[in-house]
């Protein structure tokens, strides 16, 4: 049974903000780091840092660093403590939230 901050996450990734997010991440994943459709796919699957997907601490730093400057926010400490950010779907809930004005 899923958690209510499980079925929360999962409200958010079915929403049109997040599908518009889901994109731009895409976008941002191909043009700045070189990720093909097929990359993107083990992304979504697997962690960042796993053999799989090959992104380095370096990696997600500069991913980080993007991602502030293409949706405008910033992220807390309490966020980098809080969320998994070698996780493609964490990295589009928390986005969702930010951009959505929820920052709980």
Not at 14 to 29: A, G, M, P, T, V
Not at 70 to 90: G, L, V
Not at 92 to 102: D, F, L, N, Q
């Amino acid at each position: 049974m899923k958690s209510f901050s499980e079925k929360a996450n999962q409200t958010l990734l079915d929403s049109e903000l997040s599908y518009e997010i889901r994109e731009r991440l895409n976008k941002l994943l191909k043009s700045r780091f070189g990720c093909d459709d097929e990359k993107i796919k083990w992304m979504q699957e697997n962690s960042f840092l796993s053999n799989k997907v090959g992104f380095s601490a370096v990696n997600l730093l500069e991913l980080f660093l993007e991602l502030e400057k293409e949706f405008q926010i910033k992220f807390s400490r309490q966020d980098i403590k809080k969320f998994p950010f070698d996780s493609y779907y964490a990295l589009v809930a928390m986005i969702t939230k930010k951009v959505g004005g929820t920052n709980d």
